[in-house]
């Protein structure tokens, strides 16, 4: 079976009918693409992650106290991964 080249969004606020790699794969739906295309889930997530900050929040607190090294470690990558950032947008600025 081919896949379609396009495809319908089934977010109300957006129901436009766009390529098919504008939609997250996912093995459980029939055409094997999610419903919403990928604009419209980012933006439903991060709704969802600011009104469920305090939860995160507490959630990461208690990972970080059961994983201590690996807090450590992801902390780590964090940094290097900001000062990378942050020199690579300085010597783009000059």
């Known amino acids: 079976m081919t896949e379609p080249l396009t ?3 089934q977010n109300p606020d957006c129901n436009q009918e766009k390529p098919i790699d504008e939609f997250y794969k ?9 419903a919403r295309c990928k604009e419209c889930l980012r933006a439903y997530f991060r709704e969802y992650s ?3 900050r305090d939860y995160y929040r507490e959630t990461w607190k208690e990972w970080k106290l059961r994983n201590p090294e690996k ?3 992801h ?3 964090a ?3 900001y ?3 942050k020199k690579a947008e300085k010597e783009a600025g000059q």
């Open 79 to 81: 940094c290097e991964k």
């Open 71 to 73: 807090a450590k470690e």
């Open 75 to 77: 902390n780590k990558r």
């Open 50 to 52: 600011a009104a469920h």
């Open 7 to 9: 495809k319908v969004c």
């Open 26 to 34: 996912k093995k459980g739906y029939k055409d094997g693409r999610a």
């Open 83 to 85: 000062r990378a950032k």
